[in-house]
């Protein structure tokens, strides 16, 4: 049984490029949120979709957009990228959001923005 | 407002010794539930745990037993008899009922436990 699995694993892009990176959720889950994990921090939350939504949204600018596709995969665009978001990007997946059960993570893909 | 507290930043204790994680928690909402995660230098959070409000039993899965004290908003994390291979940084997390709508996980800053053989 695969878990959450994330792509590319590492990254680097330019001030002002767009990147996308992507999730495959845990087989038979249907809920994938995106955290931002700075260096030293703790991941802080970006957004989360269920049933191809956007269910609720943290604290980041438009600049951070997302997509769920019918098969509960998922996306994570961030444009015009700046230094500070720099950062490990983890994807979670989960059951209902609304049965609040554990989020399996995957192991992230590491953004440096130069 | 809801905010998870990790005072300890890092923690060093030789092979075998106990060591207690601690974890203190702020919420309005009388439905909540807690979590610890271990992140291994890979990145990844791996689940060890997750309680809601209503259950304040303790908990013991082998090595690892688990405080949930509401009174004083504590939801500590014991490691007994700690080995090198538990050398992590460890999060505890805090998630809400937002009416059901998200299990959106509000994280603290983390431990560092490095165990020194």
């Known amino acids: 049984d695969a878990g959450v699995t994330q792509s590319p694993t590492h990254l680097i892009k330019t001030r002002g490029q767009q990147v996308t990176l992507r999730c495959s959720p845990k087989?038979?889950?249907?809920?994938v949120s995106w955290y931002q994990q700075a260096l030293g921090q703790g991941p802080q939350f970006i957004f989360q979709?269920?049933?191809?939504?956007?269910?609720q949204r943290g604290n980041f600018p438009d600049r951070f957009s997302g997509h769920q596709f019918p098969n509960y995969s998922s996306e994570l665009n961030v444009n015009a990228l700046l230094l500070g978001d720099s950062a490990l990007y983890l994807c979670?997946?989960?059951?209902?959001?609304?049965?609040?059960?554990?989020?399996?993570f995957g192991q992230g893909t590491r953004l440096t923005v130069v | 407002a809801q905010k998870v507290t990790q005072a300890q930043t890092e923690i060093s204790v030789v092979e075998k010794e106990d060591v207690t994680l601690d974890c203190v928690y702020e919420?309005?909402?009388?439905?909540?539930?807690l979590f610890w995660y271990k992140q291994p230098p890979s990145g990844e959070l791996v689940f060890l745990i997750r309680?809601?409000?209503?259950?304040?039993q303790n908990e013991i899965s082998g090595r690892y037993s688990w405080n949930f004290q509401k009174s004083t908003s504590s939801f500590n994390f014991t490691i007994t008899a700690s080995q090198v291979v538990d050398s992590a940084v460890y999060f505890c997390?805090?998630?809400?009922?937002?009416?059901?709508?998200?299990?959106?996980?509000?994280f603290g800053t983390g431990t560092l436990l490095a165990v020194q053989p």
């Open positions: 979670a997946s989960s059951l209902d959001p609304r049965d609040n059960t554990e989020a399996f």
């Open positions: 087989s038979g889950h249907d809920t």
């Open positions: 979709y269920y049933e191809e939504e956007e269910r």
């Open positions: 919420t309005r909402d009388t439905t909540y539930y």
């Open positions: 309680r809601n409000s209503f259950d304040e």
């Open positions: 997390a805090l998630s809400e009922s937002y009416g059901g709508a998200t299990n959106k996980l509000i």
